[in-house]
């Protein structure tokens, strides 16, 4: 199935009442709104045109004022929870012996705000998909509270009222993984892929682009809120799914399925494609041999790219630590395990170190020549890589545009260049490694 690729680069301009991730608590995160105790109103509680309601935006506010109309008309979550009506979805729902997809907490869980029913509002609607406080958090105690915005420390009061912090791209990334990738609630496995959910395809800064931003970056903004950039939110969306994927291959739940482990932690493509083929290529920052289904990535990858320009002796314990959970598929679930762990602490550090990291121009080019040094040294022979390096070259080339690296005309080539590799990698199972190659050669 073709991911966010599909766009051109230029496109780009159910548990109990409180529960959190290990990994969340311990960087002082709340919970993901999902998990957290406060009641959700529903998204009509924020649809008036004096609220979030406008058909335009409204001018010299501190809000537009038209994110409900821009989440109903242009957002594709608002129309998460009809995706379960369709055939697709139905014959999913069945090969998985459930009733229907839309009645399913496996389903709804990520189609929709799905809070319990004592958490729920009288004019909350499940059928209402991800909407406003599916990512803003229960409104329940910070409705009223939220329309003053009388200084520049009222953000930090609704955020201790309930309010979801999006600003942090930390918190911001425990948040869309939770259902971009999963976590110990809801997670889809190989057997719901099996059964033909898609693939899932997710990088922080790309999909905060495309959502579509229901807000502007101002100095009002700024005041307010935290305003980390591309380039750092990409960096910490990168080291937050290898850690919070690590901590799903440790968690008792998921890390097995029957006598295999959980697959869908796995490379697709080494598996997926004809035995006759003959495609196999040995990437040394594996160190597998052929026949051997290799742990997917593409996360540690770039954040080992990344740190190897801003924090070297971090990148170097990403390298030797993933090089040994890769040779810790051969060995014992236990021996499997214990590398992840170990890598999930350093993915862990690294998360703090880009959180508080602010890019210097010098360090865009040099993380960006990074990106193509990898892909040169073999990095990118699998799809997932391949994807996600194009991704974040389109961000990095967005902010050497914003920091004036990048004249137009420049700018303007790196974008021929970007569609070139948007469409090596458009489609999953017609991937081409030489032709994504060229392209990022001619960055350089």
């Excluded at 109903?72 to 729902?93: K, M, P």
């Amino acid at each position: 199935m073709a991911g966010p690729a599909r766009l051109s680069f230029g496109a780009l301009l159910s548990v109990g009442a409180l529960w959190a991730s290990p990994v969340a608590l311990a960087q002082g995160l709340p919970p993901v709104p999902q998990h957290a105790d406060a009641a959700h109103l529903g998204v009509a509680s924020c649809a008036s045109s004096a609220c979030h309601g406008a058909s335009s935006p409204a001018p010299g506010g501190v809000v537009l004022q038209n994110e409900y109309s821009t989440w109903q008309r242009e957002d594709a979550h608002a129309g998460a929870y009809n995706l379960l009506l369709n055939e697709d979805s139905q014959r999913i729902a069945q090969k998985l012996g459930l009733e229907a997809a839309h009645t399913a907490d496996i389903c709804l869980d990520c189609h929709a705000d799905n809070v319990p029913e004592a958490q729920r509002g009288q004019r909350f609607q499940i059928s209402d998909g991800v909407g406003c406080e599916a990512c803003h958090g229960g409104a329940e105690d910070w409705l009223q509270l939220h329309t003053v915005n009388d200084n520049a420390t009222s953000h930090a009061r609704n955020v201790k009222a309930g309010l979801y912090p999006t600003d942090d791209p930390r918190a911001r990334g425990d948040l869309c993984l939770s259902c971009h990738l999963g976590d110990e609630t809801k997670f889809v496995t190989h057997r719901i892929m099996g059964a033909g959910h898609p693939r899932l395809s997710f990088e922080l800064d790309t999909f905060t682009a495309i959502e579509p931003a229901h807000f502007v970056v101002d100095d009002d903004y700024r005041e307010r809120k935290d305003a980390p950039g591309g380039v750092r939110t990409w960096a910490v969306g990168q080291a937050k799914t290898l850690e919070n994927t690590l901590e799903l291959v440790t968690d008792s739940q998921y890390g097995r399925a029957g006598l295999f482990p959980e697959l869908s932690f796995f490379d697709c493509h080494a598996c997926h494609k004809p035995m006759s083929a003959g495609t196999w290529r040995y990437r040394g920052s594996t160190g597998l041999g052929p026949g051997v289904v290799r742990f997917n990535d593409a996360s540690l990858i770039m954040t080992r790219v990344i740190a190897s320009v801003i924090a070297p002796s971090l990148a170097e314990q990403l390298r030797s630590q993933g090089l040994a959970l890769h040779r810790a598929t051969a060995g014992s679930g236990a021996d499997f395990r214990s590398a992840a762990g170990q890598l999930r602490q350093t993915a862990s550090r690294a998360v703090d170190a880009f959180a508080g990291h602010q890019f210097s121009e010098g360090e865009l080019r040099r993380v960006l020549d990074a990106l193509v040094a990898e892909g040169e040294r073999g990095g990118y022979v699998d799809y997932v890589a391949a994807e996600q390096t194009t991704m974040a070259i389109g961000t990095i080339a967005t902010a050497m545009r914003e920091a004036g690296l990048l004249d137009q005309a420049t700018f303007e080539r790196y974008e021929q260049v970007m569609n070139e590799m948007y469409a090596a990698v458009e489609d999953d199972e017609r991937y081409r490694p030489g032709a994504h190659l060229g392209a990022l050669r001619k960055l350089q």
